[in-house]
């Protein structure tokens, strides 16, 4: 088995403070590896990186177009969103156009990365409700599926239809058998699979015809990068640097994928400690080299070559790929 | 060179999802290696853990007698406290003896760690001040022994007497000619050196006579844990589980030092990749290890074979020491 290989340098003045290890690897429509870096044998977990695999059942099923889903929907469906008004008040909508509210989701609470949102939670001493929490989309996605299907209330169990659902889009575009899941931050099973199959489950959604469920899902991402994400966030000022050309998602312990359909291209990457400084600067450092990501855009400075400053706005490092590798 | 080895391992189910190497180094009084895992030559950036060091100058100069500083007062110098009350509180006063305030800090504002003092700052629309920040101790240090030496205010300058104080200390401690330094996140400069150059420092500190600067220090960190960081933290949790016998001092970016009087030993660690949730781990594995720690205490627990927890409070993995290293 390679070794993960150095991907990411942190300095601090001349000193090389500390260092991120991880594997990449790029697919191109036929599912055969164009460029890989460490092991694309490795097995992952994708995290939220897989959400948008997780939502295809949604559209595959029939459920979208019955509960006559927007894009908007599908790109909350396929977000780790920052708990913002905008994000909790579609929610909340879509919820209610369930007949359902904050109590039917399973992903429990959490206190918003958006800062207005946070702090206004504090100013009115309030807690976090589950609508707040990040994959709060994807749970009402899952939830108008249960409802469409007529399924009980907990799909979040690993033999709900929709969980059964979601791990048969899984092995069929990751074209893998999976060994088995873990249970997410937000509850729900995520199906485990080899760092190569999720780039080839990436290039499939690239490669996939328009109007198709695949293509539906990454155009409704690069259509709103606000809902996927959120202001300051890495996938919503990379999706916009790159003008809506490219869809990607980031995933907790150091994932991240995208999908890049002009070049029917899918791209995942797993940095080895779980680190997201690191694998916000290799997914940076990677989409520049497929040409679709300004070097120079400041989205693209902010997380690679990026400066570290101190408390007091001092420059102390910076952040940058590990040499020779890209 | 030999390579960092593999320390920490974070598992989600029956998956290995995240891991994490480093270099460990246990001195003795003499300064030699009792124990050592990667590499005890790494050069390293101390950070927070050289503040024991940073604060010798303060009592070597007769600084600090001059100035009346009791334990409680030594104990914020070496610390990275959460910017609750009883902290911020103590800076104050502190700096009001040395007819200064705030604004005579050169640390830079910080928003507490400390929940009571963030959400009430919130809840008053206010701003963090310097005092807040988690190093405003030692620069409050810094500023006695400016005011002892009646030198200029930009304490912080490489070439200041405070910091070439501090330089000839770390020198001296670790017994090394210092390779450079970064500028640490409170701006203060931050000495280079050997990992096993820090280990010999902690030593050095462990096998002091009481009595001496050194011990003084570590005696009023044993004393006040709650000082030294802050309700919930490391640092605080793992010393009282210690009943005071152990000094301990986290670093950024993955670094740990601990200071053993007993058995007159001293720790140094380094994460490779810089994350906390490693070096707490390896620092309680290491604790154990030599006797100080009990394996089943909460303290120790929660960051040695620490469940991790979903929004729902369900285990989702556990975090524990790599197979095969201790």
Sequence with gaps: ??????????????FLESAHRGHAVVCDGSGAIVHAWGDPGAVVLPRSSAKMIQALPLITSGAADAAGLTPEHLALACASHNGAAIHTDRVTDWLRTLELDDDALR??????????????LIRGHGSPCQMHNNCSGKHTGFLTLTSHLGAGPEYIDPDHPVQ???????????????????????????????????????????????????????EAMR?????????????????????????????????????????KLGVALKITDGTTRASECVMAAILVKLGVLEPDHP??????????????KVQTGWIRPAAGWI
Tied chains: 1, 2.
Excluded: Y
Excluded at 6 to 13: K, N
Excluded at 107 to 120: I, L, S, W, Y
Excluded at 204 to 218: I, M, N, Q, V
Excluded at 299 to 312: F, G, Q, Y
């Design 1 to 14: 088995m390679t070794q993960a290989v150095p991907l990411v340098e942190i300095w601090r003045g001349d």
């Design 107 to 120: 992903c429990g609470p959490q206190m918003p990365d958006n800062r207005e949102a946070r702090e206004a």
């Design 164 to 218: 059964e659902a979601a791990l048969e889009a899984f092995e069929r575009v990751t074209d893998e058998t999976s060994p088995g899941f873990g249970i997410d931050g937000c509850s729900a099973p995520n199906f485990a699979c080899s760092l190569r199959g999720m780039a080839r489950a990436m290039a499939h959604f690239a490669a996939a015809p328009a109007g198709s469920p695949e293509a539906r899902l990454h």
């Design 223 to 263: 259509l709103h990068p606000d809902l996927v994400a959120g202001e300051g966030r890495a996938c919503t000022e990379l999706m916009r640097a790159m003008d809506g050309k490219v869809a990607i998602k980031t995933g907790a312990e150091g994932f991240f994928t995208a999908i890049l359909p002009e070049q």
């Design 299 to 312: 989205a693209t400075l902010k997380r690679m070559n990026a400066p570290i400053l101190n408390r007091r």
